[in-house]
């Protein structure tokens, strides 16, 4: 996938692999994201030092990305390097060496950032939400893994991973820039030349499903001041034909500054800095979220507040006010997903990855404008629901948990977990 820009002598590089946390073993949590990250600390003869100066003298920018399904490996340079980057990039994806002092090293790393990131609380409330939601479910595994499952990795392991995933038959390439055509075939056809041609790699994920009723995971933290509170259900799926009613619907619920969320969160309690709902995307249906970070005092209030909102917007969706601001806020915000080519050609990629039509993004500002409310207010009745619902919270139990479940009608269940659990 390709567009051509000459503003700048810059181009931008993408190889997109589908192979994510979705495509692990259950016991190797982190595989994908280790494979990824080894690609630049050995590869066809060069050490890990040699790779980092190369990319230097180059003037580059070299990343990887590795999410539930996917993995990208990503760079940017001048035009004038392009092609020298591209063959150094080709060496790191077609033949890793995954020397096993290298992996060790990362490893330890990898264990390091598992530890620091429990000083995260957001990232703690996100990670106990999707646990719970998605339990026994692929998407409720960590993309970074546990450190039991990183400690258990091996060169071997990462070597397979490798040669299944990285293909030519499961590559997307993704390029814009100052580039032509010709151009930007020589680049793609460098990356891929050294890879087998493998075969495509399938979504092996089934409809993730929520039982009836309310459940709450306090992620137990001494000494908490203010929490950090998740709340998830079921959202919808991108080719689902109402998903476009219901990005409109969220953006008037918690979408946006002036979103019924954020003004009776923050605008009228100061309750929380901070208020938002969100609808995932994947291949399945994924999580709509509510997020807030209270205040210990204010936690509870802020809780049944939130339960509130959520069962009117489910039961009597939004006004026509609030549905006319957030489709002209949609409208006039768009023009940021789609102001540099790299942001364009990405939107490719993301079709092609998720399986959307051809036409999904440039029929999107007509399809958003053609929402009525009707169709926004089934949309929310038909795909979200309030009592189909996990609320993950980051708190110290001991003076919070109770008041916590107190704020949930009709719970069915509390679990205490603490903060350093994997």
């Not at 609380?121 to 595994?141: I, K, N, Q, V, Y």
Request: net charge negative.
């Amino acid at each position: 996938m390709f567009e051509s820009s000459r503003e700048l002598p810059l181009v931008s590089v993408s190889v997109s692999f589908a192979g994510g946390a979705v495509h692990e073993a259950p016991e190797q949590g982190g595989l994908a994201r280790i494979v990824a990250r080894m690609l630049r600390r050995g590869a066809d003869g060069l050490r890990s030092d040699a790779i980092e100066i190369a990319v230097d003298e180059l003037g580059g920018e070299l990343g990887v990305d590795v999410g539930l399904g996917v993995t990208s490996i990503y760079f940017e340079c001048l035009s004038r390097s392009v092609e020298a980057l591209s063959d150094l990039v080709a060496r790191l994806l077609a033949r890793p060496t995954f020397a096993p002092d290298e992996l060790g090293r990362l490893l330890r790393q990898t264990e390091s950032e598992i530890v620091a990131a429990r000083d995260d609380d957001g990232f703690l409330a996100s990670r106990a939400l999707r646990r719970h939601m998605f339990a026994g479910h692929p998407h409720g595994r960590r993309v970074g893994g546990s450190l039991a499952s990183v400690r258990a990795l091996a060169p071997d392991d990462a070597r397979r991973f490798h040669a299944r995933h990285y293909t030519r038959a499961n590559a997307i390439v993704a390029i814009s820039g100052d580039l032509d055509g010709p151009g930007a075939e020589r680049v793609a056809a460098t990356l891929l030349g050294a890879l087998p041609e493998g075969e495509p790699i399938a979504y092996p994920v089934p409809e993730p499903t929520l039982p009836e009723g309310r459940r709450l995971v306090c992620v137990d933290k001494p000494e908490r001041t203010q929490t950090q509170m998740v709340l998830g259900t079921l959202g919808s799926h991108p080719e689902d034909d109402d998903h476009i009613a219901l990005i409109a619907a969220n953006t008037a619920f918690g979408g946006s500054m002036s979103s019924r969320l954020f003004q009776e969160v923050r605008g009228k309690r100061g309750w929380s800095y901070g208020a938002s709902s969100s609808l995932g995307f994947a291949r399945v249906r994924e999580a709509f979220t509510m997020w807030t970070a209270p205040a210990v005092e204010d936690a509870a209030d802020c809780l049944a507040l939130e339960l509130g909102l959520l069962r009117d917007f489910c039961r009597e969706g939004v006004a026509q006010a609030e549905l006319d601001h957030a489709q002209s806020y949609l409208r006039r915000s768009y023009a940021f997903e789609i102001d540099t080519a790299r942001k364009r050609v990405g939107q490719a990629v993301g079709r092609a990855l998720l399986g959307l039509p051809e036409d999904y993004h440039a029929r999107y500002l007509e399809r958003i404008a053609s929402v009525t409310r009707e169709q926004a207010n089934a949309a929310v009745r038909r795909r979200l629901s309030d009592d189909r619902l996990w609320v993950s919270v980051v708190a110290t139990a001991d003076e919070s948990a109770a008041a916590l479940a107190g704020a949930i009608p009709d719970l069915v269940e509390t679990v205490v977990v603490p903060f350093d659990a994997e």
